[in-house]
T-cell receptor, first 119, second 117 residues
Framework: GAVVSQHPSRVICKSGTSVKIECRSLDFQATTMFWYRQFPKQSLMLMATSNEGSKATYEQGVEKDKFLINHASLTLSTLTVTSAHPEDSSFYIC???????????????FGQGTRLTVV | AQKVTQAQTEISVVEKEDVTLDCVYETRDTTYYLFWYKQPPSGELVFLIRRNSFDEQNEISGRYSWNFQKSTSSFNFTITASQVVDSAVYFCALSEAQTDSWGKLQFGAGTQVVVTP
């Protein structure tokens, strides 16, 4: 089956620094990837839709200047948390849509997630 | 607007008991997809099932079974003869079927299942 790899799995950074998280589709091309955020003991909330070769679409309430998304190739999307603060500490997880089978009845595969702690 | 409700925050059972997780959804779309995922303490999401809105057949996979009832907008999940390894948070999710929206999931709040020996 398709595999989505997310890196790093865990990161601790100092307040005010930036952190980059990578999401790669390993054996398929993903024109669209999704970034979710999960605070402790809460559900996953969609942050943004990453589209290859174009600007990301952010959900309401998500600061696009703080969460920079780049989807420069068909296999890689990156999420950069800029000027991170302790309240940005969360679990970030990406998913990639595999359209090889054609049509909507295809899988959305998730990465392993990145646990970000800002100190 | 889409909405997924998992009213049960936490369910505790003793090993070998059955446990049923409720999921109720709202959508204006006639074509949509429903999912269940398992999230163990390590955090990764483990895909369990995808069901499209036109397929109301119940499904059984080993100790897992799903009951999809479109009339009540419910997609419930039952674990039979629970085991300690089933302890995790379980999420129900909904996705529209339009190409642009496909893969964009609306998750429920999740249900923590605790199975004790």
């Amino acid at each position: 089956g398709a595999v989505v790899s997310q890196h790093p799995s865990r990161v601790i950074c100092k307040s005010g620094t930036s952190v980059k998280i990578e999401c790669r589709s390993l054996d398929f091309q993903a024109t669209t990837m999704f970034w979710y955020r999960q605070f402790p003991k809460q559900s996953l909330m969609l942050m943004a839709t990453s589209n290859e070769g174009s600007k990301a679409t952010y959900e309401q309430g998500v600061e696009k200047d703080k969460f920079l998304i780049n989807h420069a190739s068909l296999t890689l999307s990156t999420l950069t948390v800029t000027s991170a603060h302790p309240e940005d500490s969360s679990f970030y997880i990406c998913s990639a849509r595999d359209l090889r089978a054609g049509g909507p009845n295809t899988e959305a595969f998730f990465g392993q997630g990145t646990r970000l702690t800002v100190v | 607007a889409q909405k997924v409700t998992q009213a049960q925050t936490e369910i505790s059972v003793v090993e070998k008991e059955d446990v049923t997780l409720d999921c109720v959804y709202e959508t204006r779309d006639t074509t949509y997809y429903l999912f269940w995922y398992k999230q163990p303490p390590s955090g990764e999401l483990v895909f369990l099932i995808r069901r499209n809105s036109f397929d109301e057949q119940n499904e059984i996979s080993g100790r897992y079974s799903w009951n999809f009832q479109k009339s009540t907008s419910s997609f419930n999940f039952t674990i039979t003869a629970s085991q300690v390894v089933d302890s995790a948070v379980y999420f129900c999710a909904l996705s529209e079927a339009q190409t642009d929206s496909w893969g964009k999931l609306q998750f429920g709040a999740g249900t923590q299942v605790v199975v004790t020996p």
